[in-house]
């Protein structure tokens, strides 16, 4: 499996199990039983399907989740900044606090 990706690998298995099912007459009279080997491998490759939707779901909230975050920092600069605006208009504009302020924004 090192050498293969991960579609690579499903497509293995998924393959595995159908050359497998269609010649299991031919194994059977060779003395391997495979039903057992083939439900496991069913199982684990369901498990595998499984968790890469869940996979899929956690990508696209996280992706949800770091727009949001942008948006929001955004705007919150933007009102940090207007309230800068507003203490300047009130304080004048060579006010220390202002201009400590103002040292802040360019940060």
């Known amino acids: 499996m090192a ?46 399907d499984d968790a890469e939707g869940e996979q899929q779901k956690a990508q696209a909230a996280a992706l949800d989740t770091t727009k949001l975050a942008n948006e929001t920092l955004k705007l919150a600069y933007d009102d940090a900044s207007a309230f800068v605006n507003l203490i300047e208009g009130l304080l004048g504009k060579d006010h220390s606090l202002v201009r400590k302020l103002r040292q802040l924004r360019k940060k």
């Open 3 to 48: 050498t293969l990706n991960e579609k690579e690998s499903r497509d293995f298995v998924s393959q595995m199990i159908v050359m497998v099912n269609q010649n299991a007459g031919l194994l059977t009279d060779a003395g391997f039983d495979p039903t057992a080997r083939i439900e496991m491998l069913q199982g684990k490759l369901q498990t595998a």
